[in-house]
């Protein structure tokens, strides 16, 4: 069975910095291009960050420069650190990851940017 299981999320202060977690079972993340994903109260899921299995990266523009994605293979897990976080990137953040035709998705990690 598969399993995506995100972690980090929390309260943080507006300029403060965390560092999500994606762990799998059932997958190998040496194959599937990992993604993570936020959807904010009343509005769309959007694409944050992406990682391939050969470790390219690609960021929505409204974090470049301020988060990071990255994994590491042998513990099966993509990680995403933010900084200078604001109110605009409160949101319930997910991991999602795709292979051929098969995805999957975690069941997402709050992340609340408030003084």
């Known amino acids: 069975q598969v399993q995506l299981v995100e972690s980090g999320g929390g309260l943080v202060q507006p300029g403060g910095s965390l560092r999500l977690s994606c762990a799998a079972s059932?997958?190998?993340?040496?194959?599937?291009?990992v993604g993570w994903y936020r959807q904010a109260t009343g509005k769309q899921r959007e694409l944050v960050a992406t990682?391939?299995?050969?470790?390219?990266?690609n960021y929505a523009d409204s974090v470049k420069g301020r988060f990071t994605i990255s994994k590491d293979n042998a513990k099966n897990t993509v990680y995403l650190q933010m900084s200078s976080l604001n109110a605009e990137d409160t949101a319930v953040y997910y991991c999602?990851?795709?292979?051929?035709?098969?995805?999957?998705w975690g069941q997402g990690t709050q992340v609340t940017v408030s003084s």
């Open positions: 999602r990851a795709t292979w051929a035709v098969y995805t999957y």
């Open positions: 059932g997958i190998s993340f040496n194959i599937y291009v």
């Open positions: 990682i391939t299995p050969g470790g390219t990266t």
